[in-house]
T-cell receptor, first 114, second 116 residues
Framework: AQSVTQPDIHITVSEGASLELRCNYS??????LFWYVQSPGQGLQLLLK??????LVQGIKGFEAEFKRSQSSFNLRKPSVHWSDAAEYFC????????????FGRGTSLIVHP | GAGVSQTPSNKVTEKGKYVELRCDPI?????LYWYRQSLGQGPEFLIY????????DSGLPNDRFFAVRPEGSVSTLKIQRTERGDSAVYLC??????????????FGNGTRLTVT
């Protein structure tokens, strides 16, 4: 079965600074990878997804993520953070061709300082 | 278009009572998932439906939890004899295709259940 690790519980950045949120997965075959964002009191919104092809994927709100098979990572990045980006971010992994249910990490809370 | 709708948004109940949580998925989505999210944690899988049948209920914590999707659309999560440890946000999600496909999950806003 697959698993996801988000090593950072909290990340604090200044508005305008760059951002990288870490995600490591464990799965034997090619995974499907997702990043979701959750604002307080809201459901999870899909930011971006990787299935195959180009390992650098672009998402909504200026986010991007890079799949690195050798490092089993799918880190989320943004070049310049806005105060409205403050939220909880979840990485998730699914599996191709099987019956695996998408598994989520515990999340990283992003705090943005003015 | 309409997203995933969950009702009620908040539910407070007394220990030992029975509760039902409703999920109305996106029209045409064949797969429906229930997850539970405790404070400070990521969503934890409970049960997955493909059409009307529960294809995987391995995440249900015990037999007090049950879910149905009788017509392949709306689903109800039922919790009997609620316990304080059941307090959490219950999230419903739907996707066009099932797990193992590249269909992303679309989540509702969740039902916050508080057991007193």
């Amino acid at each position: 079965a697959q698993s996801v690790t988000q090593p950072d519980i909290h990340i604090t950045v200044s508005e305008g600074a760059s951002l990288e949120l870490r995600c490591n997965y464990s799965y034997g075959a090619t995974p499907y990878l997702f990043w979701y964002v959750q604002s307080p009191g809201q459901g999870l919104q899909l930011l971006l997804k990787y299935f195959s092809g180009d390992t650098l994927v672009q998402g909504i709100k200026g986010f991007e993520a890079e799949f690195k098979r050798s490092q089993s990572s799918f880190n989320l990045r943004k070049p310049s953070v806005h105060w409205s980006d403050a939220a909880e971010y979840f990485c998730a992994v699914g599996a191709s061709g099987g019956s695996y249910i998408p598994t989520f990490g515990r999340g990283t809370s992003l705090i943005v300082h003015p | 278009g309409a997203g995933v709708s969950q009702t009620p948004s908040n539910k407070v109940t007394e220990k030992g009572k029975y509760v039902e949580l409703r999920c109305d998925p996106i029209s045409g989505h064949t797969a429906l998932y229930w997850y539970r999210q405790s404070l400070g944690q990521g969503p934890e899988f409970l049960i997955y439906f493909q059409g009307t049948g529960a294809a995987d209920d391995s995440g249900l914590p015990n037999d007090r939890f049950f879910a149905v999707r009788p017509e392949g659309s709306v689903s109800t999560l039922k919790i009997q004899r609620t316990e304080r440890g059941d307090s959490a946000v219950y999230l419903c999600a739907s996707s066009l295709l099932g797990p193992g496909s590249n269909s992303p999950l679309h989540f509702g806003n969740g039902t916050r259940l508080t057991v007193t």
